[in-house]
Structures are given as C-alpha cells and as structure tokens.
C-alpha cells in the first residue's frame, strides 16, 4: 500500500515535522539557555539528554528497561484546531504526557521524560537489510543502509515501541497497519464501492455492484434482503412488511479453506444457500422491527440484533453465522421507508469488524438504497414509457381485401424506449387500404404523446375517405394547434387493389421503395413536401402503378440515417439489399414478407442506429377483374329486384349458387333503403376474394343504425337481417356519401 505523507503537527522553526509513519527525521537542535528543558519525543522512553550531557541535540535510542521508566501513552487524539494534535490532558503539545513535544522544537516538554543513561552507544542497523517497523517497501528508514550505524538524530524503528491505537489506547502489533493507514484504507474503499454502486441503472445492476464491491474487500460473504415488493416512489405499501432474499455473494469455495460460517453439512459451499431464508414476514413489534426501524448499522453480537437474526434467517439457521463482532446487520432506507436489509459476513480467519466499520457498512446501506430508489422509479418510467409507446403504435395489422401487411418498429436505445415514429394500416371503403408512416422530431415522452394525436387525427381524417393530400393538409394544422415547434414528416398512401393502383402524399418524408415481381427495386418519385407543423404549404398526390405481386416498402429515416452515412446513400443501400433479397426467391416468387423486413434491419451495422426506426411492408396481391362485379342501379322502385337477379348471376358465373339465397335477401334489404333517399344512382359491387363482400353506395351521408323494431312497424327489420346472417357487415361515410357492405362466408 502507498502512504501519503500527511503531518497534523505545525513544524517548529529549525525542526522538521514528525514523519507520518512513526519515524524520526534527524534535525538540528537550536542553542538553548543552561537550565532549560528540550521537550521530550513522541515516543514513549525517549527522551533528549539534558544539560551537562556529551553529544547535545542528539537523540540517542532507549536502552532496554526504558520503556517501563516511562509513564505509558494511552491514547492518542484526533488532531485539533490547525493541524495541532490535541493532547489526552487537553494541554498545548509537549505538557503533560511524555513526548508531547515536537522534535527539536523550542517548547518545554514539561512532562516526566524518560531516562536515557548518560554515554549510552547508538544501536547499530541490522547487516541482513531486514525491514523496519512500519515502513512500506523495503522497510529501511532514510539515510540508513544495511550494515552501518543510525546515524545521529535517528531512531531505530525496531525499538521504538509500536504507536497506540487512538481508540483503544493498545499499542500497534508489529507488522499491522497504524489507525491512519486503516483509515485512509476504508475512505479508498468506500469511494470506491459508492462508485460502482451507482454506475448501476437498474435494481440487478445496483445489488450487484454492492455484493461485487464488499466481497471480499469489506467482508467474506453478503446477503442482501429487499422488500416484497418494493414501493414505487411516494406510494404506501400495503401488507405487511416482507423481505425475499433477493442476492447473497460469498468468497468462492476454493479461496475458503476454513469452512468460515457454513454449515458442516455443505461440503462445498460455493453460495450461501444454507445462511438465510428465501422469505422472511417482520412482525410489528418484532426485535427485527426495531432493528429495522433503527436505521443504523449494528453488530449481530448485541441482544437487539441476535434477537433479530433468528426471524430474519429462520430458526434453524442461526447457528451458521460466526460468533462475535463478526457479522455487521445494516438496514437498508430508502427516501421514505426501509426497503431492505444487507448482512455483512466474517470469517474466523480473519480479523473481526471494528467499530469504524460500522461507519462503512452504514455508507455502503445508504448509497445502495438510495440507488435502489432511483432504479425502482426509474423502471416505473420505462414501464409506462413502454406501455405508451405500445398503445401509440397498432397491436396487430388488419387483413385487408387484395393486399398482406408486415411491420417492425425499433426504439432508438434500450434508454429511450420511446418515440415519435409510427405507422399505421387503415381499411378503406372499396376494399381499399391506407397505409401511412410518420416521425415526430424527437424520441421522448413529449414525440410519443404528440405521435399519438397525429396518429389519432390520421385515423379520423381517412374514415372519412379524403384524398391523401387533404389528409396532410389537415394533419398539417392539427400539428400548429398543439405547438409552434411540433414538426413531423408523414407519407400517406392509398392502395385500390381493384384497379392496382396506389395514391401517394408526401410531407418531407423519406420516398418508399416498391420491389416488383421480377427482383427490381425502384424508389418512387414523389414529391417531397414540406414537413407537417410547417404551415401555409400545399400537398400534392401522384397516382402510380401498383402491380400484383409487387412489395412497397415504407420507413422512416431512421433505418438509412446516421452519424456514418447521409439519407440518400441510405436509400440507395435499401434499394440494393431489397434487390438482393428478391433475387434469392426467383424471379416468379416475391420473398416473405417478414423474412424481408429482417433483412432490411440487418443491413443496420453496431452503432449504426441512431433514431427510433418504424417499417410497414404491403405486398400487392390485388383482386383480378374476373372476381369483381360492379353495376349503377337508378334510385327507382324496381332497382332492388334488378339488384337480386344480378347477384343471382354473377353468384353462377362464379359457382357459388349455394350463397344465392342469402345474397338476394341481404343484397334486396340494403339496396331498398339506399333508394328510399337517394338522388343519384346506386352502386353495386360484389367480390369474390377469400369471402364475397358486397357493397352498395349511395349519395346520402347519414349512417344507418342497428336498432330492435316493435311488433307493429312495417319496416326496420332489414340491417337486423344483415346483422343475423352476414359475417361481418358495417357502413362507412365517403366524401360524396357512404357505402353499406357485408360479407358471406364461401361454401
């Protein structure tokens, strides 16, 4: 171990200040007037020789029997005010006790000295180099060389009588550390652990970090008891107070011979398994409650403590902890309450705990706790961060007519677990679908809630079947009422798997990538636009192909941005591995939607990511004309029976007679009421997918309602048919007025 030299005694003029470490550095004695008094040394039985003596202002060693002449030193204070040790008789340095004074100071020592026999011989330094007392290294002192003589004015360590203990007044056994060597030890220690203790962010790390740092620095073994559960933040607990042994660390078996305080019954015992009950109820008023409630540290030698152990380890295993100061019983409190409790471990082979280590277990209690109060709010955070995060973003993707969905979503670091990308998947009326993708600046608690609106606001506007450009543009002054600096891009697209076309809107998003049939990746030339929250700007849409077969890919730019590369080398690097994915599977065969959207997250290195990253893949299988029928029917009385023979032969083209019955009555009930208040021709459409969806359009916006008709009304029965015998039926407002449709299952 490294001393630092550190003196608490103000240097005198012409002398030199006592070495830390014990030993004297030979100086130069002033002249002093004939009768006057050199003060005595800090050693007890050496002394100055006084006036009249040969070889004056030299410092001779004590010979043997010196030591019982002088009045024994049984205590050494703390220093006082400026550095200057107080003396055990409150005096000033140099009265009172021997060797009070300093070295060749001008004081009078004022105490008994110790004789030194007048003429007496220097001792002369060991030839075999052997160390001094408390010396580190090699143990010589200074100016001392094997096989010559101490010269004048030093002290031979191995004489001089060890430096008492200032807590217990017993001398220092040759060899052991002085109390400011272990002092010094136990603040390196405790800087040390605090520091590892709270580079912990959760509760695993921070326990961890405690039992790593105290074994077997501080102690041979550690069980460390938490609440069950614990409380989050100001929340009172309810229940009775319980504790789980939540992690327990030993010295391993081979580094502990002595068996130390396992059981004999464990011939190798690699863990504490045997010390400590996995559960433990505190009884009010129990000797653990009191211990508990006392805060402090106490050793497990005391009535309150033994009486407390028995609860906390279970009856039969009391006996497995070692006998004496031992064993160091520290509570654990939190901000408001106890929350724990951590048991420090002794072996018999090594020295028992001290008083001032009660003063380091009650630090290492402190820092922990308070660490696990962090982390236990800290983990409440990310749970709610989470479980926002999770009710934004859609739980499943809905099956939609002609088209199949995959999505992935990556917050940005395990951290900040929340974010402003989304998207979203939204059935349309005409068996048609939306599909958007949006990021809000940020990956906060504040983009998330703002993410979540905009969300909300898109899925509103699209029931309402607007063109995608309208819906950016709404979109764009739903983000300037929530704030003047919420910005977000967005790309809203709509996909009509009857025509095999797709809309597009862009609003200073990434473009998508549409991969097609044979393996050719193409990014889509769409308009940028500016981002939403911007204001005043318009949005325009394009109307592209959208082949059978193809896969659109849509991101955010948190998929190909970051600190290594720009959006656009991005893309192209998108595009490239869309490429060489599709060229696995086949120029015949699009590859799986899931097993893409891996792929295109591979292409993401380590620290490569620096952004929330949310991906929504729709691959393009789109309804053959050949499986849609579609006819305009005057607002007239006859169009209902017009509509039932149409169904009738379309079901017969299709091979589907046995759905004949239902279909005209259902397909009667919804066109008599569409022509009852329409003005402009109705519309039919059947298609025959995976079930046969009919729908009727009407120019009249008002929304049909299920409601239960009375015995005595003529009508208000139809939608209660439909209701009965389709498998899903509903009704949706369009911009020029709304369509009814339900769906049969076939065969």
Excluded at 270 to 293: I, K, N
Excluded at 366 to 376: E, Q, R, Y
């Amino acid at each position: 171990m490294t001393e630092h030299p550190t003196s608490f005694d103000r240097p005198s003029t012409g002398a030199d200040p006592t070495d830390p470490r014990g030993a004297l550095l030979p100086a130069p004695v002033p002249p002093r007037a004939s009768g006057s008094a050199l003060p005595a040394q800090g050693r007890t039985g050496e002394t100055p020789p006084t006036a009249g003596e040969d070889s004056p202002g030299v410092f001779e060693h004590s010979q043997p029997g010196a030591e019982q002449a002088a009045e024994p030193d049984t205590h050494r204070p703390r220093p006082g005010a400026e550095g200057v040790p107080v003396q055990p008789d409150g005096g000033q340095p140099g009265g009172g006790q021997p060797g009070g004074g300093q070295p060749g100071g001008g004081q009078p020592g004022g105490g008994q000295p110790g004789g030194v026999p007048a003429g007496a011989a220097p001792r002369v330094a060991p030839s075999d180099g052997s160390a001094l007392d408390g010396m580190p290294g090699g143990g010589q002192a200074a100016g001392v060389r094997p096989g010559s003589e101490v010269p004048a004015g030093a002290t031979d360590r191995r004489d001089a009588p060890a430096e008492p203990d200032r807590r217990t007044g017993q001398p220092t056994a040759p060899g052991q550390p002085t109390p400011m060597q272990r002092d010094g030890d136990r603040l390196r220690f405790v800087g040390a652990a605090t520091r590892r203790i709270a580079r912990g962010m959760d509760l695993d790390e921070i326990v961890m970090g405690l039992c790593r740092a105290t074994v077997p620095t501080f102690a041979d073994a550690i069980l460390v008891y938490l609440r069950e559960p614990l409380p989050v933040g100001d929340e009172r607990p309810t229940g009775p107070l319980v504790l789980r042994l939540r992690r327990t660390d030993r010295i391993p078996a081979e580094r502990d011979t002595e068996g130390g305080f396992a059981p004999a019954a464990q011939p190798e015992p690699s863990e504490l398994e045997t010390v400590g009950a996995e559960l433990c109820e505190v009884r009010p008023g129990s000797a653990l409650a009191e211990v508990l409630r006392g805060v402090r540290p106490v050793f497990t030698d005391t009535p309150a403590a033994r009486a407390a152990l028995p609860e906390l380890l279970g009856e039969e295993r009391d006996f497995a902890l070692p006998d004496g100061r031992r064993a160091i019983l520290a509570p654990l409190r939190g901000r408001r309450r106890v929350i724990g409790a951590a048991l420090f471990l002794r072996g018999p082979e090594r020295i028992p705990f001290e008083a001032d280590d009660l003063l380091v277990a009650a630090q290492l209690a402190t820092h922990s706790a308070l660490g696990i109060d962090k982390a236990v709010l800290y983990g409440r955070e990310a749970y709610i961060a989470d479980e926002l995060q999770r009710t934004m973003l859609p739980e499943n993707l809905p099956r939609c007519t002609g088209v199949r969905l995959a999505s992935r979503y990556l917050p940005a670091a395990e951290t900040a677990r929340v974010g402003g990308d989304w998207y979203d998947a939204i059935p349309l009326p005409g068996s048609r679908v939306a599909l958007v993708v949006g990021d809000v600046m940020g990956h906060s608690m504040t983009s998330a809630a703002i993410m979540g609106q905009l969300r909300t606001t898109a899925q509103t506007l699209a029931g309402l079947d607007l063109p995608p450009q309208e819906v950016l543009h709404h979109l764009d002054e739903q983000a300037q009422r929530l704030g003047t600096d919420r910005m977000a891009t967005c790309l809203y697209a709509v996909y009509d798997p009857v025509s095999h076309r797709i809309t597009v809107a862009n609003a200073g998003h990434p473009p998508p990538v549409l991969l097609h049939l044979g393996g050719e990746a193409e990014v889509l030339r769409v308009p940028a636009g500016a981002p939403i929250g911007v204001g005043g700007v318009d949005f325009e849409a394009v109307e592209l192909d959208a082949p059978a077969g193809a896969t659109l890919l849509l991101y955010t730019d948190g998929l190909v941005e970051s600190r290594l590369r720009d959006v656009w080398t991005g893309i192209e690097q998108l595009r490239e591995r869309l490429a060489a994915t599709a060229q696995l599977t086949g120029p015949d065969h699009p590859p799986p939607l899931e097993a893409l959207c891996d792929e295109v997250l591979d292409m993401l290195g380590p620290g490569d990511r620096d952004d929330d990253i949310a991906l929504l893949a729709a691959r393009f299988d789109g309804i053959a004309p050949s499986d849609v029928s579609y006819w305009f029917l005057d607002p007239e009385d006859a169009a209902p029976g017009k509509a039932r023979r149409l169904a009738r032969r379309a079901l017969a083209r299709w091979g589907m007679e046995d759905l004949t019955d239902a279909v005209e009555l259902l397909v009667s009930e919804v066109v008599t009421n569409a022509v009852r208040y329409a003005s402009k021709p109705v519309t039919l459409r059947l298609l025959r997918t995976d079930v046969l969806r009919c729908e009727v359009g009407d120019d009249v916006p008002q929304l049909p309602r299920l409601r239960q008709a009375r015995a005595t009304d003529e009508g208000g029965r139809g939608l209660y048919l439909v209701n009965r015998l389709a498998r899903r039926w509903g009704a949706t407002r369009l911009s020029t007025g709304k369509v009814v449709w339900f769906e049969l299952n076939r065969g």
